[in-house]
C-alpha cells in the first residue's frame, strides 16, 4: 500500500456532467470537492438507488438471523445460515468475475439485481404463509449467495464506467458508504418491522426496494465500455490469468492476504450480534437493530472519512491505523456489561474497519489494469466475503462452547496480531513495489 501510488487519468471520456466552468462557489462546490463522485450524474443516480436497496438487503440480512434464531435458539445454526449467503463466493467468485471482464457489466447488474428480487419476494412469501423451516431459508441464503458472487464484483467494475479515475477514490468509499449507511437505516427499521409485521414482511419489502436500484440502472448512460475479454477464451484459463496478475502484482498480493485474515476472524463477530443482543443483554429486535446500527453509523463515519482525506492521509496509516482500531474497540466490546457502553464500542470498531477497507478497496481499484478489474475485483471479494463462512463456522462454533464473547475476542486478538504483522513488513512491501513497476516501465 505505497502512498505515492497515483494513476494518470484518463480523459478520452468525461463522465462528469459539471464542467469546471458551471461550478458554483460555497457549500455546493465544497462538497463537490469533499465527495467528488458527485460530480457524475450517473453516479448520483446510482448512489440513490444503490442505497435504497441496500437497506432492505439489511432487512433481510438482520430478520434472517433473528428468524433462525427463533427457530432454533442456536447460535451455531445462525453462523451456518449466515455462511451459507457467503459461501456462494468462496467457489463461485472466480467465475463471476470471468463474466464482469467479458459481458456489458450494466446488463450483467439488471439480471443479477432482478434475480434477487425474485428470490426475496419467494422467501417472503412463504415466511408469510407460516410454512418456512431451516432448511428453506438456507437454500434461499444460498441462492441469493449465488447470484451475488456475480453481482458484487459487477459492482465494484461498474465503478470505473460511471466516474472518472480521479474520482474513483471517492466513488469506492461512497459505495462502501452505501453499503453502511444502509447498515445503520436498515437493522433500525428491521427491528422495528420484526415486531410489528413480522420477518416475512421484512423479506418481502427487501424484494421491492431492488425496484430502486433497478430503475437507476436503467436511467444510467455510459460511453461504449472498454473490450472484454474475448468470448472463445476458456474460462479457467482465463482465472488463471486473474490469480496470476494478482499474485505478481506485490501491493494487490499483500491486500488480499491481509484481507483474508480479517474477514475471517474479524467481519465473523456480525453474525452472533443477535446472539449478543438476545442472551448477553436481554435485548429484543429492536435492541438487536441497534447494536447493528452503532457499528454501521462508525462505518459510515469512517468511508465519509476516506473520500474527504483522499490524498491527505497517507493509505498506510490508515489501513494500519483502522484496523488498530477496529480490533481494540472489538475486544473492548466484549468486556461490556451495559449496551449503552457496547454501542460506543461498536461505533468506535466501525470507524477503524471500514476507514481500512474502504482505502484498501480504492488501492485495488486504482491499481488494476482495466482488462484485469473483474477477476481481481472477484478476487479480493472472493476472500473479504467468500471466507466469511469459514469465520461465521469459527465463531459459532466456539460461541456454541466457551461463550460468544470469548469467541468474537479472540477474533480480534487475531486481527490486531495480523496488524502488527503487516505493519512490521510495510518496507518491504514499499520496496517491492518499487521494484514491480520498475519493471514494467
Known amino acids: 500500500m505505497n502512498d505515492n501510488l497515483n494513476e494518470k487519468s484518463d480523459d478520452s471520456t468525461n463522465h462528469s456532467d459539471f464542467p469546471p466552468t458551471s461550478r458554483q462557489p460555497g457549500m455546493k462546490e465544497r462538497a463537490l470537492s469533499a ?3 458527485f460530480r457524475s450524474r450517473n453516479f448520483r443516480l446510482y448512489f440513490i438507488g444503490q442505497i435504497v436497496s441496500m437497506i432492505g438487503t439489511w432487512l433481510q440480512m438482520v430478520a434472517q ?9 442456536s447460535a451455531f445454526w445462525v453462523g451456518v445460515t449466515a455462511a451459507a449467503s457467503s459461501l456462494p463466493t468462496l467457489f463461485l467468485s472466480l467465475f463471476g468475475g470471468v463474466i464482469v471482464d467479458r459481458y456489458n457489466r450494466k446488463t450483467i447488474l439488471l439480471w443479477t439485481q432482478s434475480a434477487s428480487m425474485v428470490l426475496a419476494l419467494v422467501l417472503g412469501a412463504v415466511t408469510l404463509s407460516g410454512k418456512v ?5 438456507m437454500v434461499m441464503a444460498f441462492l441469493l449467495g449465488c447470484v451475488a458472487a456475480v453481482a458484487t464484483p459487477a459492482i465494484q467494475a461498474f465503478l470505473s464506467e460511471m466516474v472518472e479515475r480521479a474520482e474513483l477514490h ?11 449507511a444502509s447498515r445503520v437505516i436498515g437493522p433500525a427499521i428491521a427491528g422495528l418491522m420484526i415486531a410489528w409485521i413480522g420477518t416475512g414482511g421484512a423479506f418481502m419489502a427487501n424484494g421491492l426496494s431492488y425496484l430502486a436500484v433497478i430503475a437507476a440502472l436503467l436511467a444510467i448512460r455510459t460511453a461504449a465500455p472498454p473490450k472484454r475479454l474475448e468470448a472463445h477464451q476458456p474460462p479457467l484459463q482465463s482465472i488463471r490469468e486473474g490469480i496470476i496478475y494478482t499474485w505478481e502484482h506485490p501491493v494487490i498480493r499483500t491486500i488480499v492476504i491481509f484481507v483474508s485474515v480479517v474477514s475471517i476472524f474479524g467481519w465473523s463477530f456480525m453474525s452472533m450480534l ?3 443482543a438476545k442472551q448477553t443483554f436481554g435485548m429484543g429486535s429492536d435492541g438487536m437493530g441497534y447494536l447493528f446500527s452503532a457499528f454501521g453509523l ?15 492521509i497517507r493509505s498506510t496509516s490508515m489501513v494500519i491505523g483502522g484496523i488498530l482500531t477496529f480490533s481494540l474497540a472489538l475486544g473492548a466490546f466484549t468486556f461490556a456489561t451495559d449496551e449503552r457502553v457496547a454501542m460506543a464500542f461498536l461505533f468506535i470498531a466501525g470507524i477503524g474497519m471500514l476507514s481500512a477497507f474502504a482505502t484498501m478497496t480504492a488501492t485495488v481499484q486504482r491499481l488494476v489494469e482495466d482488462r484485469y478489474r473483474g477477476r481481481v475485483m472477484s ?8 471466507f466469511m463462512p469459514l469465520g461465521n463456522l469459527q465463531v459459532g462454533f466456539l460461541s456454541e462452547h466457551f461463550g460468544t464473547a470469548l469467541a468474537i475476542r479472540i477474533g480480534s486478538m487475531v486481527v490486531l496480531l495480523a496488524t502488527i504483522l503487516l505493519f512490521s513488513y510495510r518496507k518491504e512491501i514499499q520496496a517491492a513495489w518499487r ?3 520498475g519493471s514494467e516501465a
Request: proline residues 4%; without cysteine.
Open 435 to 437: 521494484e514491480y513497476r
Open 298 to 312: 462508525g462505518s459510515l463515519s469512517g468511508t465519509v472519512l476516506v473520500s474527504m482525506s483522499s490524498g491527505k
Open 170 to 180: 471517492s466513488a469506492v468509499a461512497l459505495n462502501a458508504a452505501i453499503f453502511n
Open 65 to 73: 438471523g433473528w428468524l433462525v434464531l427463533e427457530m432454533t435458539g
Open 35 to 37: 465527495f467528488p463522485a
Open 133 to 137: 423451516t431451516l432448511a428453506f431459508i
Open 379 to 386: 478476487i479480493y471479494l472472493m476472500v473479504l466475503m467468500g
Open 274 to 276: 443477535p446472539v449478543v
